[in-house]
């Protein structure tokens, strides 16, 4: 023989039984370890997804008050930031500031979210003016301005207070920025 068998008695008889090899329990041990660990962050992050929404709903707040006014507008606390509330802004192309003259251009697509304070109907009256607001500071900017990483945070921050300014606090929450082209 070559491999031991182990003989059990049992109501039919005797029958041989092999042993189970160690490579094969570790196996099936890692399947299983990795079944639990991705079937635990899979419920995790159903969970902090459906947490994250109660945060947003927390944030709109529950009170009579605040009822009342997502009653008027139609919107509810945890679709605040659904692809209706956004405010799509056209296309704008600006001319760059080039220390040589040459001409540059500055192509900008992008999205306002409203914030706590405010409604995309409110944010649509106040386009004229926050583009209005946005032109010298987009003016402005030279090419070198546009070079780098960090360059989309600073436009975006300065965007964000600029609209701040001209609506009112909390009536913008964020701008999304969809298309950045120098030319």
Known sequence: MTSP?????????TQPVQPKS???????GAAAGVLVLGGGGGAAMMLSGGSAKAETAAEGGHGAA??????????HGGEAGSAESYVDVPAMVVNLRSPDGASRYLKL???????????PEGIKEKLPLILDAYQPFLRELRPEDLAGSAAVFRIKEEMLVRATQVAGEGVVKDILIQDLVQQ
């Open 5 to 13: 068998e182990i003989v059990e008695e049992g109501a039919e008889g």
């Open 22 to 28: 160690k490579k094969k329990l570790i196996i099936i």
């Open 66 to 75: 605040s009822n009342e006014a997502e009653g008027a507008s139609g919107g």
């Open 109 to 119: 697509h992008f999205m306002i979210v409203p914030g706590a304070h405010g409604s």
